[in-house]
């Protein structure tokens, strides 16, 4: 099963408007990754976080690891039409090498 | 560089038939993976490889079968094809399972 549960699912935002997904594990994390899949693509990497609490901004994006690195969130300020995509975040799966699981995925469409 | 190249693009097969898709990567990657992707399902793990020589299992390892002889090439292969593996499958690698995770563009799978 999923070892990384992501929500929400779903998002339409109008451009300029603030979107947000969450992503939330009940193991502990040694590290949580990005992706964004823009509609027929394939995954694109965004960013990685390790540390406790991390915060890390790229532009108008702005990556989140919680305290107890369980949870892990994507806040992107002022959408605009080029966001839209889903955005996943996946985890290494415990203490097995190799395995890394992506969450369901959050699919975002941004209406001009 | 080319990247990860996944062959072929398109493919149609019948229930029961079997056939092989193929993943080469150019970048020298010791870690080389396979996800499905299924509407609002994400991207699940099926086999994954982290050297040539060896490989494990993932999420849905079950109708799928990997070897990975040498370490550009990852071919995935389907055994006896059923309508339940209709999907889109990403090969994707990595050096030394250290992100980011580079994807080809995927095969977009039907069976009937």
């Known amino acids: 099963g999923q070892q990384v549960m992501q929500i929400p699912q779903y998002q339409h935002v109008q451009e300029g408007e603030d979107f947000t997904t969450y992503c939330n594990s009940s193991t502990t994390l040694s590290n949580i990754q990005w992706y964004k899949q823009r509609p027929g693509g394939h995954p694109v990497f965004l960013i990685q976080l390790v540390k406790s609490g991390e915060v890390k901004k790229q532009k108008r994006l702005t990556f989140q690891f919680g305290e107890a690195k369980k949870n892990s969130s994507l806040h992107i300020t002022a959408t605009q039409t080029t966001d839209v995509g889903t955005y996943f975040c996946a985890g290494p799966g415990g203490s097995t090498l190799g395995r890394l699981y992506f969450g369901r995925g959050t699919q975002l469409t941004v209406w001009p | 560089n080319a990247g990860v190249t996944q062959t072929p693009k398109f493919q149609v097969l019948k229930t029961g038939q079997s056939m092989t898709l193929q993943c080469a990567q150019d970048?020298?990657?010791?870690?080389m993976s396979w996800y499905r992707q299924d509407p609002g399902m994400g991207l699940r793990l099926i086999h994954y490889?982290?050297?040539?020589?060896?490989?494990d299992q993932g999420e849905v390892p079950n109708g799928y079968n990997v070897s990975r002889s040498t370490t550009e090439d990852f071919p995935l292969r389907l055994l006896s094809a059923a309508p339940s593996q209709t999907s889109v499958y990403f090969c994707?690698?990595?050096?030394?399972?250290?992100?980011?995770?580079?994807f080809g563009n995927g095969t977009r799978l039907t069976v009937t």
């Open positions: 994707a690698s990595s050096y030394s399972q250290v992100p980011p995770l580079h």
């Open positions: 970048m020298n990657h010791e870690y």
């Open positions: 490889s982290v050297g040539a020589g060896i490989t």
